[in-house]
């Protein structure tokens, strides 16, 4: 099948398109630390994904026509699949802001560097993930009549993500409201590096007390989002393995798309949120069919165009049964 990391044009447009946009966002609309009212974060979060879109549109003109449908349905089922289970990352990084009471003009300076080292580790575990897939296939063998090549780092994710998914559907949400984020390993990494002040300091990282340079809670709750983040890489980044495994561009530039509006859509979760209190059991079982698809995929491929469809269903009936059927705690937030 056509790789698309094989189209140096597509890569320039790519990186391009990513490096300009982050440079209007942090030099020009957010040079001034400030609190992002709803119509901002819906606009941003309407380009955000208008980019996303008219890029997949691109990928599916440049590419070759007997795969372009293909690529096309990779891209978007991909890029679903982690900007839903990006917005249970989303919920997190509410509790994390509360517990440490940043204050609200600096959500969105967090949010972006947070994002930046979200962006260098995805492309770390995507590349090298792609490269340990091609290395782990089993020899050719007969299963149930069929001559099948399985190959061991996916059936692994397959069972995890099922398990993963059975975890999230029981997950009791409390248990992070209740969770002691300074405990984090990621703040735990600021406190052994610096002498952490007690007082914000505006938008730094750093400030000077009593003549000695150290660093603003700040730092640490961006430690802590970096790190919440990599966990939550572990689940979401396998699932999207099995929309594309041997096209490393697509997993990457969907999973970046996403990533990139997550700020614009944070700033609307946080103020709708009891909106969304029966997505976790949309993501469960999102989670377990990815899951599923992995493992049997030697035997029976499900293609991209029926999982996108899939996916789309299940979000779509999770947020209208979360608005139709709230929990009691979305009641009493609403």
């Known amino acids: 099948m056509d790789n698309l990391i094989n189209h140096p044009g597509i890569i320039i447009g790519f990186s391009a398109i990513v490096l300009f946009m982050l ?8 040079k001034k630390s400030h609190v992002i009212s709803n119509q901002e974060a819906a606009i941003w979060s309407l380009v955000w ?10 990928i599916f003109i440049v590419t070759d026509e007997k795969y372009a449908l293909e690529k096309f349905s990779q ?26 009471n940043v204050p609200r003009e600096l959500h969105h300076k967090v949010l972006f ?8 580790m995805r492309a770390i575990f995507i590349f090298a993930g792609v490269g340990i897939i091609n290395l782990t296939f089993l020899p050719e063998m007969n299963l149930f009549g069929h001559y099948v090549k399985i190959n061991a780092v996916l059936t692994v994710f397959g069972f995890f993500l099922i398990y993963a998914g059975i975890k999230s559907w029981f997950a009791n949400d409390k248990d992070d409201q209740e969770k002691d984020f ?3 390993p990621g703040a735990q990494v600021i406190h052994k590096l610096f002498k952490v002040s007690k007082e914000y300091n505006g938008g730094n990282f750093f400030t000077i007390e009593n003549g000695v340079k150290v660093a603003t809670p700040l730092l640490v709750v961006v430690a802590v989002i970096e790190f919440t983040d990599l966990i939550f890489a572990v689940d979401s980044i396998p699932a999207i393995f099995a929309i594309a495994p041997d096209d490393p561009f697509i997993l990457y530039t969907s999973n970046i798309f996403a ?8 700033f609307l979760l946080a103020n709708f949120i009891h909106m969304f209190s029966r997505l976790k059991y949309g993501l469960a079982v999102i989670l377990a069919f990815i899951g599923f698809k992995m493992i049997i995929a030697p035997i029976f491929h499900i293609s991209s165009p029926l999982s996108l469809s899939i996916v789309g269903g299940v979000l779509i009936l999770s947020v209208l049964a979360s608005i139709l059927f709230p929990t009691q705690d979305a009641k009493k937030m609403g």
């Open 182 to 184: 300074s405990k984090s």
């Open 75 to 100: 891209y978007q089922a991909a890029y679903w699949i982690e900007k839903a289970l990006s917005v249970d990352n989303l919920f997190v990084f509410i509790l994390v802001f509360g517990y440490f």
């Open 23 to 30: 440079l209007l966002d942090l030099g020009i609309f957010n």
């Open 259 to 266: 990533i990139l509006g997550l700020r614009s859509l944070y």
């Open 49 to 58: 994904i208008g980019i996303s879109m008219i890029f997949s549109i691109f």
């Open 113 to 120: 560097w947070g994002i930046i080292g979200a962006l260098l």
